[in-house]
Nanobody, 127 residues
Framework: QVQLVESGGGLVQPGDSLRLSCAASGRTISTSAVGWFRQAPGKERDFVAYDKNDGGVIVIADSVRGRFSISRDNAKNTVYLQMSNLKVDDTAVYYC????????????????????WGQGTQVTVSS
């Protein structure tokens, strides 16, 4: 079983950048697909980004494409979410989870296909 811990959140201003980390323990995630989701207060959990594990399949939600990117460091058993040009609407709790190895497009963003969720890290964008 794998445990995921997100970190790197905080309070930033519009236009700032942040890098979130999703550190895994219990087993390696170097061969696992990992996704990032976010949930704003009073809203449903939304898909943000997906990485299959070899860079062959990367899916980024339309709402953050061009500003967010996903990457990983297998030596550290960690997946990252690099966020730039942050907006107030990006305020949410961000979660990572192990996802489906085989998917494409929108199906990679179906939260029901993910498991081993982390506890989340709060990102607040405010002026």
């Amino acid at each position: 079983q794998v445990q995921l811990v997100e970190s790197g959140g905080g309070l930033v201003q519009p236009g700032d950048s942040l890098r979130l980390s999703c550190a895994a323990s219990g087993r390696t995630i170097s061969t696992s697909a990992v996704g990032w989701f976010r949930q704003a207060p009073g809203k449903e959990r939304d898909f943000v980004a997906y990485d299959k594990n070899d860079g062959g399949v990367i899916v980024i939600a339309d709402s953050v494409r061009g500003r967010f990117s996903i990457s990983r460091d297998n030596a550290k058993n960690t997946v990252y979410l690099q966020m730039s040009n942050l907006k107030v609407d990006d305020t949410a709790v961000y979660y990572c989870a192990v996802g489906p190895y085989y998917c494409s497009g929108a199906r990679c963003g179906e939260s029901g296909r993910y498991n081993y969720w982390g506890q989340g890290t709060q990102v607040t964008v405010s002026s």
